[in-house]
């Protein structure tokens, strides 16, 4: 199983982007799939998360502006950030619990991470 992840560069504050994660494999489900990021010095936080079923939750600093829409046809989620600020300049991963075919547990992935930069 493999998560590649895409859609990170460089954007004015204000500006809009689109992450996408895509996982792909001998995939049976998807139990939750999220966002991460993890800016320079710091350490990775949780940036949203949505379950197989749809239910969402944000982090309180992007909450309003970012949303994580989901393909389940697609094995993909995305992550559509509006209103960017140069607070929002991060390493961003994807994150998602997988069980692949013929297999009974959940295991938890990670994508390679893409930057998204924010500056004038």
């Known amino acids: 199983v493999q998560l590649q992840a895409s859609g990170g560069g460089l954007v004015q504050p204000g500006g809009s982007l689109r992450l996408s994660c895509a996982a792909s494999?001998?995939?049976?489900?998807?139990?939750?799939m999220a966002w991460y990021r993890q800016a320079p010095g710091k350490q990775r936080d949780l940036v949203a998360v949505?379950?197989?079923?749809?239910?969402?939750n944000y982090a309180g600093s992007v909450k309003g502006r970012f949303t994580i829409p989901r393909d389940n046809a697609k094995n993909t989620v995305y992550l559509q950030m509006n209103s960017l600020k140069p607070e929002d300049t991060a390493v961003y991963y994807c994150?998602?619990?997988?069980?692949?075919?013929?297999?009974?547990?959940?295991?938890?992935?990670w994508g390679q991470g893409t930057l998204v930069t924010v500056s004038s």
């Open positions: 994150n998602a619990n997988i069980r692949r075919s013929g297999e009974s547990v959940y295991y938890t992935y």
């Open positions: 494999g001998s995939i049976f489900s998807i139990n939750y």
């Open positions: 949505i379950t197989s079923g749809g239910s969402t």
